[in-house]
């Protein structure tokens, strides 16, 4: 049943014309995976640091108020963000694999824009 769940996610994902990831004057858009955490104002964001899960690196997005985030969406969501949590140090993880950059680019756009708007 899990699995059956994740094909059909991925397959509405493969006709999704929606940005996987986007960063502009408001903050950043997650739309990244299945348990994504959408719109994250730039005055949420703590900062962002690298976490390695089986050899694969993710964006960790670092906010001040978790529990804001850990209650978005439904109680499946809620369930896999807070395991996110507990697991690998963080709520939202971002990763390249599903986005047309690669990691260490969108690293370095994900820092540099975050320093542009703290000067702001």
Not at 11 to 24: C, E, H
Not at 68 to 95: D, P, T
Request: charged share 20%; glycine share 10%; net charge positive.
């Amino acid at each position: 049943m899990f699995f059956g769940f994740c094909g059909l996610y991925a397959l509405f994902k493969l006709f999704d014309a929606a940005p996987g990831f986007v960063i502009d004057a408001e903050g950043i858009v997650d739309n990244s995976s299945g348990i994504s955490a959408g719109r994250i104002p730039w005055s949420d964001i703590q900062g962002f640091h690298v976490t390695t899960v089986q050899g694969q690196r993710f964006l960790t997005v670092d906010v001040y108020d978790q529990d804001k985030y850990m209650r978005r969406g439904n109680v499946v969501k809620r369930l896999l963000v807070s395991a996110n949590a507990r697991y690998f140090g963080g709520l939202i993880h971002i990763s390249a694999n599903a986005l047309r950059i690669n990691f260490d680019e969108l690293l370095n756009v994900a820092n540099a824009a975050l320093e542009k708007h703290r000067r702001a």
